[in-house]
């Protein structure tokens, strides 16, 4: 995440919608990729500096849930990212304003991530067939609406799915320790997930076909089965000589998705260590093994920041030669997905 300021020459975040030292509205312009200061012209109509004509999104404007913006002209009355939402929390319920809240923040730093990256990204709406949707859906633990439900997060035929629950710090963290994760927020699901749609997308031919068996297995291997004995009986002992996570030993495609998460975590951290001058290059012009030596050291300044001031590792996991391999692959694989722009 690149870093950000103000007209006025105030730092501000990626999420914020106003200045607190000047008071200026802002928002996020996808197209230049930059969080722009605004002048207020009236009629829900913002201009920039330039004179360029802008609208929040529908959703920032009635909810307060986004602070994208739209060109003022624009058809649609959603911006980019919420062109992707088919399913939101309902808002006549107490809580979900803020569930909804952190769910949109986790999927616009997704996006920015992806974008980084210039990987393929329409909505399904606009493509049904290769195009992406999200649900951000509530069960029984978040809504007497649903008393018998039970909504899992996850990846369907264009859809990531996200339970409403995992936006409470609380019910997640309760979820967290039931499973034995050493990590699980909103973002993280997202990028997961996000690693299972790319690889619908994928289409891999033979040769990259054969590469990802070889490292990561055979993902043709009966997914319902390998999940079961996996919840059944958890982990293999040997997990961490050859897994990210002990969740990703589960079955090939699981291996992948997780891979693919801690591929983004990785570069969008390192971006942010750039742009806060920690490193002399930016990821994007790093190989995949320059990448791994700086995060190395990294990710190792992040967990002793944390420790320095009484919380838990920001990165608590290990990254050995086996994963570093799987993350060379996804490497290359990005590069097949960037010719699908």
Same mark, same amino acid.
């Given at each position: 995440?690149?870093?950000?300021?103000?007209?006025?020459?105030?730092?501000?975040? @990626?999420?914020?919608?106003?200045?607190?030292?000047?008071?200026?509205?802002?928002?996020?312009?996808?197209?230049?990729?930059?969080?722009?200061?605004?002048?207020?012209?009236?009629?829900?109509?913002?201009?920039?500096?330039?004179?360029?004509?802008?609208?929040?999104? %529908?959703?920032?404007?009635?909810?307060?849930?986004?602070?994208?913006?739209?060109?003022?002209?624009?058809?649609?009355? !959603?911006?980019?990212?919420?062109? @992707?939402?088919?399913?939101?929390?309902?808002?006549?319920?107490?809580?979900?304003?803020?569930?909804?809240?952190?769910?949109?923040?986790?999927?616009?730093? &997704? !996006?920015?991530?992806?974008?980084?990256?210039?990987?393929?990204?329409?909505?399904?709406?606009?493509?049904?067939?290769?195009?992406?949707?999200?649900? @951000?859906?509530?069960?029984?633990?978040?809504?007497?609406?649903?008393?018998?439900?039970?909504?899992? +997060?996850? #990846?369907?035929?264009?859809?990531?799915?996200?339970?409403?629950?995992? *936006?409470?710090?609380?019910?997640?963290? +309760?979820?967290?320790?039931?499973?034995?994760? %050493?990590?699980?927020?909103?973002?993280? $699901?997202?990028?997961?997930?996000?690693? $299972?749609?790319?690889?619908?997308?994928?289409?891999?031919?033979?040769?990259?076909?054969?590469?990802?068996?070889?490292?990561?297995?055979?993902?043709?291997?009966?997914?319902?089965?390998?999940?079961?004995? $996996?919840?059944?009986?958890?982990?293999?002992?040997?997990?961490?000589?050859?897994?990210?996570?002990?969740?990703?030993?589960?079955?090939?495609?699981?291996?992948?998705?997780?891979?693919?998460?801690? #591929?983004?975590?990785?570069?969008?951290?390192?971006? +942010? *260590?750039?742009? $806060?001058?920690?490193?002399?290059?930016?990821?994007?012009?790093?190989?995949?093994?320059?990448?791994?030596?700086?995060?190395?050291?990294?990710? &190792?300044?992040?967990?002793?920041?944390?420790? %320095?001031?009484?919380?838990?590792? *920001?990165?608590? @996991?290990?990254?050995?030669?086996?994963?570093?391999?799987?993350?060379?692959?996804?490497?290359?694989?990005?590069?097949?997905?960037?010719?699908?722009?």
């Amino acid at each position: 995440m690149r870093r950000f300021a103000c007209d006025c020459g105030s730092p501000v975040y @990626f999420e914020n919608d106003f200045c607190i030292n000047c008071q200026s509205a802002l928002g996020y312009d996808p197209n230049r990729a930059d969080l722009i200061t605004l002048a207020d012209w009236g009629g829900g109509v913002f201009k920039d500096f330039q004179g360029n004509a802008f609208r929040y999104c %529908s959703n920032g404007e009635s909810f307060g849930v986004c602070n994208w913006l739209r060109p003022a002209d624009s058809p649609s009355q !959603f911006c980019t990212a919420c062109q @992707f939402n088919r399913t939101v929390p309902d808002q006549t319920r107490p809580k979900n304003k803020e569930r909804w809240l952190v769910l949109e923040r986790g999927k616009k730093r &997704l !996006f920015y991530t992806l974008a980084q990256l210039s990987l393929p990204l329409l909505n399904g709406w606009a493509d049904p067939q290769r195009g992406l949707l999200l649900d @951000f859906i509530e069960d029984a633990r978040t809504s007497d609406k649903f008393p018998e439900t039970f909504v899992s +997060t996850g #990846y369907l035929g264009g859809v990531i799915t996200i339970n409403a629950v995992e *936006a409470d710090d609380v019910a997640r963290a +309760t979820v967290q320790d039931e499973l034995g994760e %050493s990590y699980r927020t909103v973002l993280g $699901h997202l990028r997961h997930e996000s690693g $299972h749609y790319y690889w619908s997308l994928l289409n891999p031919d033979v040769r990259l076909l054969g590469e990802f068996r070889q490292v990561f297995g055979d993902e043709r291997s009966n997914y319902q089965a390998a999940l079961d004995v $996996h919840y059944k009986n958890g982990p293999p002992m040997y997990w961490r000589d050859r897994f990210i996570s002990s969740y990703a030993s589960s079955h090939p495609s699981e291996d992948w998705a997780e891979c693919w998460g801690h #591929y983004l975590h990785i570069y969008d951290a390192l971006d +942010t *260590a750039w742009a $806060h001058q920690l490193l002399p290059r930016q990821p994007g012009s790093m190989t995949m093994s320059e990448r791994l030596r700086a995060w190395s050291k990294v990710s &190792l300044m992040l967990n002793e920041l944390n420790r %320095s001031v009484g919380r838990g590792d *920001a990165y608590p @996991f290990v990254i050995n030669e086996v994963v570093a391999e799987k993350l060379e692959l996804i490497d290359l694989a990005m590069d097949r997905l960037r010719t699908l722009r």
